[in-house]
């Protein structure tokens, strides 16, 4: 008797492709000339898979009632040379008990939200160094920080107990901020937390921030091609010196500026909280200082310094003659 042909849904394996939807990414491929056929790999309770070695039909005798398709646990792929047969390494985590908890752990975010396409009401852990510290407010305790990293700045409030544990000397230290909640004012996003901080001198962030003294610093003109909330060191003629008192929130406070110049332009440097009499006798004479941001007034570019000991200031350093020649042609 002639052997009747087997239709599609009475063969072993009925799909007749490549098959990428397996255990999450995991790809397997078989090349047998006619058609490639994949083998789904079952996994446990929360979908976590072993890798697995997968055998043709032709491979194994399975009944035909079964309409499976046939997956034998590996032993060690490094040593499979049979041609055709590729398996895709897992994406990590690759166990169940590393999906579990990572279902319990915030994601992490960095310091430019601009990056973060998460809702107003997202948790998220946070480590970065803080650049500056507001004066407190009352009725709630609360004041205003913000952190850096090396994709930018954000601005953070910070609550009742918390207030206290942030002052001048906090910045330049690395702060891990637990569980911030974004929130978004008038469009812009910020971060809001309870606040569990921590130092780690071998943080990626703390080497970030040490290594801003060593950069090369960059001309007058050359910081209004830098885009805002970025951290750069700047050189220059310190030709000017001044300080205007404003009323900021129905209290005097007085801004310093820094009036700096080169070859290439002019540069406003200011600040809230440092006194006039401090730069006063470098007037007229070249400086660079480390680690100011970036910013924008009125369409303008300017820096500001930090507070601290998070600006350093230098007069001598290499280009110092020079900025000396140019001041007096």
Known sequence: ???????????????????????????VLLHSGAADEA??????????????????????????????FAAVPAADHSSDHRPGVQVAVPPSPVTNRDRFIKGFLPARTCCNLDLCRAPAGTKFNLSAVCIAVFPKSSNPDRRY???????????????NENVNSFSTASVGRLVTLTKVVITNHNGKKALSMARDSSDDETHTDSTWWRSLLTLAPLSCGAVHDVADNTMVSVSGILGHVSSDTKMVQGVPKTLLTLHMVDSSGKLDVRSWNHNANAFKHHADAPIMIRRVRVTSFAGVKLCELLDGAGSVIETAFSGCDALRKFWRE
């Open 1 to 27: 008797m002639p052997a009747t042909k087997r239709g599609p849904l009475a063969s072993f394996n009925p799909i007749k492709r490549n098959h990428t939807d397996v255990a999450e990414g995991q790809v």
């Open 39 to 68: 083998a789904p790999i079952g996994g446990g309770a929360l979908g976590a898979a072993p890798d697995v070695e997968v055998q043709r039909d032709s491979d194994v005798d399975l009944p035909r009632s079964s309409g499976a």
């Open 145 to 159: 920080i913000q952190l850096a990293d090396s994709t930018g700045s954000v601005g953070v409030t910070v609550w």
